[in-house]
């Protein structure tokens, strides 16, 4: 018997399931393919039954950037909390954070574009409560309140500036002028270019993971040196000195 056209509900559907699958449609089609007739759908109902669980496509946008970040609380590997230190903190969560990135290349645009819930929340932590563990993490680890403001601006830079460029080399378009899927393959010649001619191959291989690693060496180290200068302040000031 052939499939009659979606219907206008279905048992057991709910905010969660049509973030969800929102999710999974952008993952496998990108977000300029999403609608909320091609998400109802692939959900079996008509589009208007969305609107009982989001009120539009820019509500739902909000909504999978938060359900994907969202998703590090389920990440064993990241804490809420310094239990180990404010650096084993800081590198878990970076490493939590690029982990989604990763498993959702094609939504990380959209974590790192939309409009925060406050200007000065920065992505890619643009949920209130890990701004919150971060600052937590980092003044109760002995940081100042402004050397904590700095971490986390530092912080997010970093992880904002590394992960757009890796899920941009895997042919994710970052604005809507993006062409998706760009070529791998150079088409010039580089015979006048002799530097690029020979270290093109080396130009090529992927160490994304390694650089990843490097620079959030580097930027603890720096951070380090941040506590070392000014993390001292506070209690200097709790304590009446000058």
């Known amino acids: 018997m052939p499939a009659g056209p979606p219907s206008t509900g279905r048992p057991g559907l709910d905010r969660r399931l049509v973030v969800g699958a929102a999710v999974e449609f952008i993952d496998e089609h990108g977000i300029g393919e999403l609608t909320m007739r091609r998400l109802g759908a692939r959900l ?3 589009a208007m039954a969305l609107y009982r ?16 970040i969202d998703g590090l609380y389920g990440d064993p590997d990241v804490l809420l909390r310094p239990d180990h230190g404010w650096q084993d903190y800081l590198q878990r969560l ?7 990135a990763l498993a959702h290349p094609a939504v990380f645009p959209l974590i790192a574009t939309r409009p925060p819930a406050a200007p000065w929340v920065r992505p890619p932590l643009r949920s ?4 919150e563990s971060f600052l937590d993490a ?10 904590a403001v700095e971490a986390y601006r530092a912080y997010t830079s970093f992880l904002l500036g590394h992960l757009l460029l890796e899920v941009s080399q895997r042919g994710v378009p970052i604005t809507a002028e993006d062409e998706p899927g760009g070529s791998s393959e150079m088409s010039v ?12 191959p080396m130009l090529a291989q992927d160490e994304s993971a390694a650089e990843f690693e490097e620079a959030l060496e580097n930027l603890l180290e720096r951070l380090g040196g941040l506590l070392r200068a000014r993390g001292g302040r506070r209690a200097g000031r709790g304590s009446g000195k000058a």
């Open 44 to 46: 079996g109902v008509e």
């Open 128 to 131: 209130l409560r890990w701004l």
């Open 189 to 200: 010649d580089l015979r006048e270019y002799p530097h690029l001619d020979r270290l093109q």
């Open 138 to 147: 980092l003044t109760s680890s002995g940081f100042s309140d402004g050397a």
């Open 53 to 68: 669980y989001v009120p539009g496509r820019e509500q739902l946008l909000d909504a999978v950037v938060e359900a994907v």
């Open 94 to 100: 970076a490493h939590g954070v690029r982990r989604v």
